[in-house]
């Protein structure tokens, strides 16, 4: 190799190193930052902001005209958590968690909670499994 | 408005995490540092552009090529395509449900490339198509007493029909599947009716130009299947004698054919595209989507809009990649002319197709198999009233792969995709320079080339349904 082409390549390494860092922190903002809205939007009860061990606060999905309110929730765990959810539907659908495979009914004008131990990580969907309607989002981290 | 993509396939009731900052900064250190030793310790004549090929046992040959044989395996492809035709046609719409989806995108379309490359061209004898035109060919002979007559195929066209095929084939599974501005993936159904479709052109193709003629040109899954295959060391000899050579010698001749670079470029574009779109290119897509939408345009045809031009910008943008790299080589002294350079080195991206499948895929195919081989073998119509095989009531064990596991199988892939493409990169051109120190010079543009391509897999992974 000769000296300036090890010069390029060296200044080629370095620019990438420099970029890998800062997506790396890209990542990692973005991460705590979808954790904190996602509590946000999917408690309707708890506004007060926490930074010690909250109480465990069990978010409530409001459906509204067979849609989410806020949008689609996002519910972020740990494995080993208990998954812990409401949802409170004004219309009669089932509520289905794709991958632990859990369903319940809730009636129009009901609700319906969940409970189960987060056990498998990945990414997973809640539907209603009726209108093919996604209401959250719950992942569950290694 | 009520609009999402998918965050993964249709299919599957789990999707992968984004990879950690941490394993992206390690996987592409390791990546950087690999490249820089291949620079220093690379050899100087080519290794794997003379290997020779070296005949196995002759039976096993003669066994293997022998008309019975090529019966039976043509025979089973012609019944699984016929059943996921009709269970696509009879059966439910759930996509989950309805062995037709699981049996063509996850089992053939996924699992045929890992098996070419460790078997060789598996797929070869099982060709559902192939078979029927081998049949029909033959009862033709019989009955005339002659070879059916074809037309000669422009070679110039070379590989391009089944490029053009391998991005309608994505389009159709990836895209096509929206309804109502959703993303829903694509049903069993109009899966079975573009089966048929496809079964009638290629059918057609065959009796113009010859079955063997089109399937080394046009038929889309022999030639992407057998792309697969040429990394592997297992092939079969003009005179039908099975043999092996050193693994990644077949690559450095696959890509002679017009054509083949945009087949292998497709390859990696649809699967840049299927893990951009559920994080990269999501935001973009979704307002392109939007303005379609704003314009008047019906949802579903906005979103099938949006994602289509995405696609093709995934295309154009792996293209360009690989012709910068193609065009900074071209202007190291001693260059071959540009043309003979682009083709020239077509075959060192198959590692790196091979491995972006492995890494967006790997997870969704250890899942969508213990479907396969549970309740889809034994209710393959997902009516819920047939358990042929006594494994109806099976699942799937989401708690198989750790999200660990899945990470560094990934990387790992990405990762070797790239020495394996280096490798192939440096042997080829140690071939067109004589000088070596030139040749090590042209270097450094295809190192770039294959660093971008390993480096930006790491990033659609590390930025996945996040």
């Avoid at chain 1, 009636?107 to 990580?121: K, Q, Y």
């Avoid at chain 2, 065009?327 to 091979?354: D, N, Q, Y």
């Avoid at chain 2, 199988?409 to 280096?422: F, T, W």
Wanted: glycine share 10%; charged share 15%; hydrophobic share 50%.
């Amino acid at each position: 190799m000769t000296y300036p082409s090890k010069v390029a390549t060296l200044l080629l390494a370095l620019a990438l190193s420099i970029a890998l860092v800062a997506c790396g922190d890209d990542g990692s903002d973005a991460d705590t930052a979808a954790t904190t809205t996602g509590a946000n939007a999917t408690t309707t009860t708890g506004d007060q902001e926490t930074k010690q061990k909250p109480a465990p606060v069990v978010p409530t999905i409001v459906i509204r005209d067979g849609a989410p309110v806020g949008g689609v929730a996002e519910l972020d765990y740990n494995a080993g958590d208990q998954i812990r959810f409401t949802v409170r539907s004004d219309v009669a659908d089932e509520v289905h968690v794709h991958g632990y495979d859990l369903a319940k009914g809730v009636p129009a004008g009901g609700s319906v909670s969940f409970s189960f131990p987060a056990d498998i990580e990945g990414i997973f969907e809640v539907e209603l499994e009726e209108r093919v309607e996604q209401i959250a989002e719950i992942t569950v981290n290694p | 408005m009520s609009f999402w993509l998918p965050t993964a396939h249709a299919l599957l009731a789990r999707s992968d995490l984004p990879i950690p900052a941490w394993l992206f900064a390690w996987g592409a250190s390791i990546v950087l540092i690999v490249s820089f030793f291949a620079l220093s310790a690379g050899w100087r004549t080519p290794r794997f552009e003379r290997d020779h090929w070296r005949p196995l046992g002759a039976g096993l040959s003669r066994v293997l090529i022998s008309r019975p044989v090529q019966a039976i395996c043509g025979a089973i492809g012609i019944f699984l395509l016929g059943l996921a035709v009709y269970a696509g046609l009879e059966g439910t719409e759930a996509p989950d449900r309805n062995f037709a989806l699981t049996f063509l995108f996850v089992t053939c379309w996924l699992g045929f490339p890992l098996f070419s490359v460790v078997f060789g061209d598996v797929f070869r004898p099982f060709n559902p198509w192939r078979a029927v035109g081998r049949a029909v060919g033959g009862g033709f002979a019989l009955i005339a007493g002659q070879r059916s007559a074809h037309l000669s195929y422009p070679e110039a066209l070379g590989r391009w029909p089944a490029a053009v095929g391998l991005l309608a084939f994505v389009w159709l599974e990836i895209v096509y599947g929206a309804s109502g501005g959703i993303a829903v993936g694509l049903s069993p159904h109009p899966a079975a009716v573009a089966a048929l479709v496809y079964t009638l052109y290629t059918l057609t193709m065959m009796a113009l130009f010859g079955v063997e003629k089109w399937c080394q040109t046009g038929e889309v899954f022999s030639v992407y299947f057998g792309m697969f295959a040429r990394l592997g060391s297992f092939a079969f000899d003009d005179e039908g004698r099975l043999g092996r050579r050193r693994p990644l010698a077949a690559a450095t001749t696959w890509a002679t054919v017009p054509g083949s670079l945009a087949v292998v470029i497709a390859s990696i574009a649809t699967t840049v595209y299927d893990g951009a779109q559920e994080g990269a290119f999501k935001g973009a897509i979704t307002q392109v989507f939007e303005w379609f939408a704003d314009a008047g345009i019906g949802l579903t045809t906005s979103l099938r809009l949006s994602a289509t031009i995405f696609m093709l910008i995934s295309f154009c943008g792996v293209a360009l990649v690989y012709l910068i790299g193609v065009r900074g080589m071209a202007s190291v002294k001693g260059a071959p002319p540009l043309a003979k350079l682009r083709s020239g080195f077509a075959h060192t991206l198959i590692p790196i197709a091979f491995a972006y499948l492995v890494a967006h895929y790997f997870s969704l195919f250890v899942f969508q198999e213990q479907a396969q081989f549970t309740y889809l073998l034994s209710d393959p119509l997902g009516t819920a009233t047939t358990d042929l095989f006594g494994t109806a009531s099976g699942g799937i064990d989401f708690k198989l792969l750790s999200a660990n596991a899945i990470w560094y199988v990934q990387v790992g892939a990405l990762v070797i995709g790239h020495v394996i493409g280096l490798v192939l990169a440096h042997d080829r051109a140690t071939a067109c320079w004589g000088d070596y120190r030139q040749a090590a010079r042209s270097q450094y543009w295809m190192l770039a080339v294959m660093v971008a391509f390993t480096c930006f897999g790491m990033y659609l992974l590390s930025v996945a349904n996040a």
